[in-house]
């Protein structure tokens, strides 16, 4: 790669670089406070029952609250409102601890800057285009015949028409923005800080595929597409000097997902 990525960095770099464990850390309290949240609304949704209905047993109450939860557009109503929600408190929670690596372009920055050409804003949009087929067609192959679907999908496909385009707008929009910061800003960063540019993609993208395996309902053919998408995500942040074409590819690839899921729909 460039020369820039090879130069060591200098003991005033070392002090404000994030640490490996700090940056896995804030991945996993993203996806931790996820969780959190929808305990919380099963919490709230169950005791709404109990103040409405107090003559209902424990057992109906949680009748109740499950059949609530298990309604497509709660779930989806969840992810509209509260993915925003945890996405504003961890981009604080980055800006807060490293300010001065924010709007920096290169390693150990994160990426918030225009990249060095416009060019590269398109060439991230014909990438987003690219790679949905190509990673379908890897899938298919490791699949051998099994269905691959996303819990976002999922939610797309069940989820009233008038919830489609909120959700679909958080996809391509909030998720891409703050999976990117975390990934191609935060953890990269701390990875190069301490290995080489190779193990520093390879291990970003590799944590990368398997964090969404959940997600996939556990399906591992489907991990070696993500894995793909992430060292291309990585390739771009890394050539370009921002974390923006990065960003806009992954829009554009939850995008086109959505276009073909709710056209097949």
């Given at each position: ?6 130069k ?39 005791l ?55 709007a ?8 918030w800057?225009?990249?060095?050409s ?51 707008i ?5 998720g ?20 080489s ?5 390879a291990?970003?993208a ?12 556990f ?22 000097a ?24």
């Open positions: 790669m460039t020369r820039w990525l090879s060591p960095a200098t003991p005033a770099d070392a002090e404000r670089t994030p640490g490996v464990p700090y940056a896995l850390a804030l991945i996993m309290i993203y996806f931790l406070l996820q969780i959190t949240a929808g305990v919380l609304i099963s919490f709230l949704i169950g709404l029952e109990s103040i409405r209905h107090p003559d209902l047993s424990h057992a109906q109450v949680h009748a109740r609250v499950w059949h609530t939860l298990q309604n497509p557009d709660s779930n989806a109503l969840l992810v509209v409102l509260g993915l925003p929600l945890i996405a504003l408190l961890m981009f604080w929670l980055v800006h807060r601890a490293w300010p001065m690596l924010w920096r372009p290169r390693p150990p920055g994160f990426g800057h225009a990249p060095l416009a060019r590269w804003y398109v060439l991230a949009v014909l990438i987003g285009l690219v790679m949905p087929p190509i990673g379908a067609l890897l899938t298919q192959l490791l699949a051998h015949g099994h269905a691959v679907t996303q819990n976002v999908e999922e939610l797309s496909r069940q989820a009233s028409s008038n919830l489609r385009l909120p959700l679909a958080v996809a391509v929009t909030v891409p923005m703050i999976e990117e910061l975390l990934f191609r800003g935060v953890l990269l960063s701390a990875l190069m800080h301490r290995l540019t190779r193990w520093s993609v291990i970003c590799s944590l990368f595929g398997v964090v969404h395996l959940s997600g996939l309902d399906q591992w053919y489907a991990i070696p597409n993500l894995i793909l998408l992430a060292v291309v995500l990585c390739w771009l942040r890394l050539k370009s921002s974390l923006w074409p990065a960003v806009i590819t992954h829009s554009v690839y939850n995008l086109f997902a959505l276009i073909a899921l709710l056209a097949a729909t």
